[in-house]
């Protein structure tokens, strides 16, 4: 006799996440020799100075088990950033946690603030991980689209979407894919919103070290009164070019960090401790944007002159170039560059809901030296000049 019926072995929940939608592209692109110009990997290495501390701390026997909230002297160092790049006081003792990449930040986050069967709004374009991350949590993704005519945050737009059962909220400045950054009055706006409707905002802060021309980069945390709703989630994966020893952090006020807490303690029981020790002697952010502008300049300039439809960033590594003028979708052009001009970019569906949305944009990076960046562009000015290469669309 059969008692019920057989389960699957993987969760429905498992099941829908399916691959990272740029993965099968970039491993092509890596089996051809394709010139990458979609993936914003960090071009150098993490300074000498945090190898050495990293090694000097295994040597000396930090290898075991330390607070799950981080090793006090990373803890210290983040807060000491924060203080230097934007102004803004967080007691590392009560405000500050280690997590494993802000991959993990954003899910701790997430897992915090909400239940199952909430809704999350997410401000789109979006960085890939955050869906998943939504549905991880056992809720409900809701997108909220930035004004494409110059990817403006609207609060006016993002009300719109709010119900009873949102409970949280993600934003991106410096924003991964189309490089604004948030001006004070626009994630100001958005923070009032959120403190009118109850919602929680998780602020990904990741690129903040990277704007340009100057410009600040307005924290969350600048917002004193929104505090007790904000999570913001930064990582050193950037300018410490440190993405594989996977540290990042969320910041929030003393209440959320101790359920913060709680649940890192069960996602991970804390980051890689001899690498905190690594990380936590460099006292200031290894690189910045001026290495990057004139790759900016030259992406933003090429790509206008093939005719796509190109806003300058004013931070982060990527920039959205649309494609609608050229006639083409972004797909086809991604798998036509890749195959026929040996470079790969990146589709722009999984950054929106919508998938005709998607493919009206290709994502690129400029974090690649000018060289490399020169070879793509001219590769892919080529290809556009074919007679043929409409066929793609
Ligand atoms: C917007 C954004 N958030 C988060 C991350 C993940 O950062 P980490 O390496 O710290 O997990 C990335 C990485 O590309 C990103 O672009």
Request: aromatic share 6%.
């Amino acid at each position: 006799m059969t008692l019920g019926t057989a389960r699957n072995t993987v969760g429905t929940r498992a099941g829908l996440l399916g691959p990272l939608a740029l993965a099968g592209l970039a491993a092509r692109a890596r089996a051809s020799g394709a010139l990458d110009i979609a993936i914003g990997t960090p071009p150098g290495q993490p300074p000498r100075a945090a190898v050495t501390a990293a090694a000097d701390a295994m040597l000396a026997g930090r290898n075991q088990y330390a607070d799950p909230a981080g090793v006090p002297e990373l803890r210290a160092a983040v807060a000491g950033r924060l203080l230097a790049s934007s102004g803004v006081g967080v007691d590392p003792e009560t405000e500050i946690t280690i997590t494993a990449g802000a991959t993990e930040g954003l899910l701790v986050a997430l897992l915090t603030v909400t239940d199952p069967g909430d809704e999350v709004v997410v401000v789109e374009p979006a960085f890939e991980l955050y869906r998943g991350a939504v549905e991880l949590a056992g809720c409900t993704r809701v997108p909220a689209p930035l004004d494409p005519s110059g990817w403006r945050l609207d609060p006016e737009r993002i009300a719109s979407v709010l119900t009873p059962r949102t409970a949280a909220l993600i934003v991106n400045t410096p924003h991964n894919p189309t490089g604004r950054v948030f001006t004070a009055e626009e994630l100001g706006g958005l923070l009032d919103l959120c403190e009118r409707r109850g919602v929680t905002c998780v602020v990904d802060e990741v690129y903040a070290d990277f704007v340009f021309d100057g410009g600040p980069h307005v924290s969350a945390l600048g917002f004193p009164r929104h505090r007790p709703r904000v999570v913001v989630v930064g990582s050193l994966s950037k300018a410490d070019e440190m993405s594989g020893w996977r540290l990042g952090y969320c910041v929030a006020d003393p209440a959320l960090t101790t359920a913060l807490r709680h649940v890192h303690e069960r996602t991970t029981f804390g980051a890689a401790v001899p690498l905190q020790h690594g990380a936590a002697v460099l006292a200031r952010a290894g690189s910045g944007p001026e290495q990057f502008r004139n790759g900016r300049d030259e992406m933003v300039r090429r790509l206008a002159a093939m005719g796509f439809e190109v806003t300058t960033p004013e931070g982060g590594w990527f920039l959205l170039a649309g494609t609608r003028r050229l006639g083409l979708r972004s797909d086809a052009l991604a798998e036509g560059l890749l195959v026929r001009a040996g470079v790969l970019v990146a589709p722009a569906t999984p950054f929106f809901a919508d998938t005709g949305e998607g493919q009206r944009w290709i994502r690129t990076t400029f974090v690649k030296d000018l060289a490399t960046l020169t070879k793509a562009l001219d590769a892919m000015e080529s290809f556009l000049a074919e007679p043929d290469g409409g066929v793609w669309a």
